[in-house]
């Protein structure tokens, strides 16, 4: 039992030290967005499937000495390929940097293709480890359940989260721990192979007794069609939660490894909980703490100057009662460990259902992440289901006090979250959602059916009739969050890179009509529309603006030839092209942008941004990741020698962590002359970026300031930090003056590629 308990613990372990890994190795290659991890953690699922698949086939249609044969050459395989690989790449799971996208085109199938040549048969084989050793545990060990062994799984799968963002990450390269995790890799296959000599050891030596026990299971009826479906439903609605979650947080700081691990750590831990003992999951508990949890949550969603802090907060206790309700409720439903392979099948199948919808269909049904504001309602759908189907529920008994407390909640909420009332929610819900509610409906009739004695009891009516309410009132509310944001907007997209909404502001005056580009909560640029005003620039590139101040004040805009007062800039970020305004004639100005929707939208398809066009400089728009076509250019024997480069390539408030390593910037420095300046814009809600950046400043000797604009008209307030290898800019004239030392109160380490730390620079 021992060995099964340290093989399956193994498994899990790396199982989920893995997916950071290679997600954290392949980020900088698609531009540093979340999506990266969204999409890693549907390949994932979706391999999980598999090999669920494969371990529910063998387990029922083999026999247990060909099931050991079968599954001991495919682990044998794989440690070969690996140890092939090794000889090829730094390390047997790291692919080699020829693997690099050339260009942003089909992110997602690419990242598919990396991951299944690098860790696609160890990670099956290592997603087949639990269900398949627990069946053979199981008819190993009679008696004993193996269900508590997936409990352990999970705590192996959970400890592997809580330690890579704090101490692999921290601790080793990226390719030590590739490694070290392949050496771990062939420990767990060794524990495998154990484990298959145990299962071959019964099928010779006690076949008639698991014959006679085989025989007593055929007798246990199978789980219905309908219980199998709820299966399926519940893990789906608890995987969409999780990615859904995973969104609304990295999009608005960074996509880094503690942000990922955290709502799968949180998913994970509702497992631990549900499967190790039925009774830790009671509906008297977490029923109302998930009433608690979406009330905190909505009033969040609907603040849009919450803390991230307290945003973090909110939708992990969200996620977390909604997992605990989700898992409890199939922990209620599992059956008899006869069907324990078909029953881990269909939990996988919802998980990866739940991936399939966040990653590819969402971003085409929805031009904003609306999957987190429809995985709450539908986990509440799906919690009414539940307990309409069950006759010994709550909501089927004589508690008019339940009644009236989702009466009051119904009535206050719409008032606390700032709709007019719940008439209003209710107006705007019942459209929507008649489906969902005649589902609700069905459900009540069945079980009225079945339970006719159910019908006379006139208080379990009222209950259900307050639920049903409070279900519309809480999907009109999320509807008017989602409608708010949606006010005003003439173009709204949404692609693997994140979400972006045109805006048209003040349109009744004029003069003072302009439009905005959003980038999930953060305005990307702003623009008159006014043939006068147009050319100003504006938000965060102001005349009094770090960028401002170098592009008016570089010492070759004094130069006494006017073809010597040219400028080459770099540009690392699109946005509308507002840093286009400063360019005069002579000027060549390169922006480098990963996301194709944003580039359609600045070179004015679509009529409303005309910085590119209205420019006298020279404009150039290369698609891609900025870093990967630096090197590409330097490799290719191509350096752009730019006065100046301008990285602002924030996506919302999330920062581009592979920009601001020491590998990142070495590059930009390759690309400036020797007297260039690197203009790095480090506004941010919740980030301190100054103490990184003084510390690159430090470690390649370079000169610093920082600058602070004040706001204005179509002007925000913003700061930047300029780098330069001398002071033949800083130091002139009309931007010396404004530059401030960096501030040294707070000291972090160097981020590299292989380390950063959000922790210690949180405002």
């Keep these: 039992m021992l060995t099964y308990a340290i093989t399956i613990f193994t498994g899990a372990f790396l199982l989920?030290?893995?997916?950071?890994?290679?997600?954290?190795?392949?980020?900088?290659?698609?531009?540093?967005?979340?999506?990266?991890?969204?999409?890693?953690?549907?390949?994932?699922?979706?391999?999980?499937?598999?090999?669920?698949?494969?371990?529910?086939?063998?387990?029922?249609?083999?026999?247990?000495?060909?099931?050991?044969?079968?599954?001991?050459?495919?682990?044998?395989?794989?440690?070969?390929?690996?140890?092939?690989?090794?000889?090829?790449?730094?390390?047997?799971?790291?692919?080699?940097?020829?693997?690099?996208?050339?260009?942003?085109?089909?992110?997602?199938?690419?990242?598919?293709?990396?991951?299944?040549?690098?860790?696609?048969?160890?990670?099956?084989?290592?997603?087949?480890?639990?269900?398949?050793?627990?069946?053979?545990?199981?008819?190993?060990?009679?008696?004993?359940?193996?269900?508590?062994?997936?409990?352990?799984?999970?705590?192996?799968?959970?400890?592997?989260?809580?330690?890579?963002?704090?101490?692999?990450?921290?601790?080793?390269?990226?390719?030590?721990?590739?490694?070290?995790?392949?050496?771990?890799?062939?420990?767990?296959?060794?524990?495998?192979?154990?484990?298959?000599?145990?299962?071959?050891?019964?099928?010779?030596?006690?076949?008639?007794?698991?014959?006679?026990?085989?025989?007593?299971?055929?007798?246990?009826?199978?789980?219905?069609?309908?219980?199998?479906?709820?299966?399926?439903?519940?893990?789906?609605?608890?995987?969409?939660?999780?990615?859904?979650?995973?969104?609304?947080?990295?999009?608005?700081?960074?996509?880094?490894?503690?942000?990922?691990?955290?709502?799968?750590?949180?998913?994970?831990?509702?497992?631990?909980?549900?499967?190790?003992?039925?009774?830790?999951?009671?509906?008297?508990?977490?029923?109302?703490?998930?009433?608690?949890?979406?009330?905190?949550?909505?009033?969040?969603?609907?603040?849009?100057?919450?803390?991230?802090?307290?945003?973090?907060?909110?939708?992990?206790?969200?996620?977390?009662?909604?997992?605990?309700?989700?898992?409890?409720?199939?922990?209620?439903?599992?059956?008899?460990?006869?069907?324990?392979?078909?029953?881990?099948?269909?939990?996988?199948?919802?998980?990866?259902?739940?991936?399939?919808?966040?990653?590819?269909?969402?971003?085409?049904?929805?031009?904003?992440?609306?999957?987190?504001?429809?995985?709450?309602?539908?986990?509440?759908?799906?919690?009414?289901?539940?307990?309409?189907?069950?006759?010994?529920?709550?909501?089927?008994?004589?508690?008019?006090?339940?009644?009236?407390?989702?009466?009051?909640?119904?009535?206050?909420?719409?008032?606390?979250?700032?709709?007019?009332?719940?008439?209003?929610?209710?107006?705007?819900?019942?459209?929507?959602?008649?489906?969902?509610?005649?589902?609700?409906?069905?459900?009540?009739?069945?079980?009225?059916?079945?339970?006719?004695q159910l019908a006379r009891r006139w208080p379990g009516s009222i209950v259900q009739a307050c639920a049903i309410l409070g279900l519309v009132v809480i999907g009109g509310v999320l509807l008017v969050e989602v409608e708010g944001n949606r006010a005003n907007i003439l173009i709204a997209s949404r692609n693997f890179y994140g979400t972006l909404a045109v805006y048209s502001v003040d349109s009744r005056n004029p003069e003072g009509h302009y439009y905005m580009l959003r980038h999930g909560q953060i305005i990307h640029g702003e623009q008159y529309s006014a043939a006068d005003e147009r050319r100003q620039p504006t938000t965060y590139y102001g005349p009094d603006s770090g960028i401002g101040l170098i592009m008016l004040h570089h010492p070759r805009r004094l130069a006494r030839i006017p073809r010597d007062r040219s400028l080459r800039v770099g540009a690392i970020g699109l946005g509308v092209g507002t840093i286009a305004a400063y360019g005069m004639p002579g000027d060549y100005i390169r922006f480098y942008e990963i996301n194709p929707a944003v580039t359609k939208i600045a070179e004015n398809e679509n009529g409303y941004f005309t910085y590119l066009r209205d420019s006298r400089a020279r404009i150039e728009i290369v698609p891609g990741d900025a870093r990967l076509s630096m090197e590409r250019e330097l490799a290719n024997g191509n350096p752009q020698r730019f006065d100046v480069i301008v990285l602002d390539a924030f996506a919302g408030d999330a920062i581009p962590v592979h920009l601001l390593t020491i590998e990142a910037i070495a590059i930009f420095l390759r690309e400036l002359n020797p007297d260039g300046v690197l203009a790095i814009h480090v506004t941010n809600r919740y980030l301190d970026l100054q103490p990184v950046i003084r510390e690159i400043a430090d470690h390649f000797g370079l000169e610093s300031g920082q600058v602070h604009q004040s706001g204005g008209q179509l002007v925000k307030p913003s700061d930047w930090i300029v780098l330069a290898r001398n002071d033949s800019v800083l130091g002139r004239a009309g931007l010396a003056s404004r530059l401030k030392p960096l501030d040294s109160r707070r000291h972090v380490r160097l981020w590299t590629d292989d380390y950063s730390n959000l922790f210690q620079i949180l405002k």
Aim: net charge positive; hydrophobic share 55%; proline share 6%.
């Design 16 to 452: 989920f030290q893995v997916e950071p890994l290679l997600a954290r190795y392949i980020l900088p290659w698609f531009g540093g967005t979340s999506a990266v991890w969204i999409t890693c953690m549907l390949f994932f699922q979706l391999v999980l499937v598999v090999g669920y698949a494969y371990s529910h086939l063998i387990a029922t249609r083999l026999q247990p000495r060909m099931q050991a044969i079968v599954h001991i050459a495919i682990v044998c395989a794989c440690v070969l390929l690996m140890g092939t690989l090794a000889l090829t790449w730094q390390s047997p799971i790291t692919p080699g940097p020829n693997w690099k996208p050339p260009d942003p085109d089909l992110p997602i199938t690419r990242i598919f293709i990396l991951l299944l040549v690098s860790i696609g048969l160890p990670f099956f084989i290592l997603s087949t480890t639990g269900p398949l050793l627990q069946a053979w545990f199981a008819r190993s060990h009679q008696g004993a359940s193996p269900y508590r062994l997936y409990a352990l799984s999970n705590v192996g799968s959970l400890i592997a989260l809580v330690t890579y963002p704090f101490l692999v990450e921290p601790a080793l390269t990226l390719r030590a721990q590739a490694i070290v995790w392949s050496l771990l890799f062939v420990g767990f296959a060794i524990g495998v192979g154990l484990c298959a000599l145990s299962i071959r050891h019964v099928a010779r030596s006690d076949v008639s007794a698991v014959d006679i026990v085989e025989s007593e299971d055929l007798r246990i009826s199978g789980p219905t069609r309908s219980t199998r479906i709820l299966w399926i439903a519940l893990a789906t609605v608890a995987s969409v939660m999780l990615l859904a979650t995973t969104n609304q947080v990295c999009q608005q700081v960074a996509a880094v490894p503690f942000l990922w691990v955290l709502p799968l750590a949180i998913y994970l831990l509702s497992f631990i909980i549900c499967f190790d003992n039925q009774r830790w999951y009671r509906r008297s508990v977490f029923h109302p703490a998930l009433a608690a949890a979406v009330f905190l949550a909505l009033v969040v969603l609907c603040s849009p100057n919450a803390s991230i802090i307290v945003q973090i907060v909110a939708y992990s206790a969200l996620l977390f009662t909604i997992c605990m309700v989700c898992h409890g409720e199939l922990v209620m439903l599992k059956p008899h460990q006869r069907y324990l392979t078909s029953f881990y099948l269909m939990v996988a199948i919802g998980g990866a259902l739940g991936g399939l919808f966040v990653v590819v269909i969402a971003p085409s049904l929805f031009t904003g992440y609306w999957e987190f504001h429809l995985a709450i309602w539908t986990s509440l759908l799906m919690l009414i289901i539940v307990l309409m189907r069950d006759p010994n529920s709550w909501i089927h008994e004589r508690r008019p006090v339940v009644a009236m407390a989702l009466l009051a909640g119904a009535i206050v909420l719409p008032e606390l979250i700032g709709v007019n009332s719940p008439v209003e929610a209710i107006r705007r819900a019942a459209p929507h959602f008649l489906p969902a509610l005649a589902a609700v409906g069905l459900m009540s009739a069945v079980a009225f059916q079945r339970h006719s």
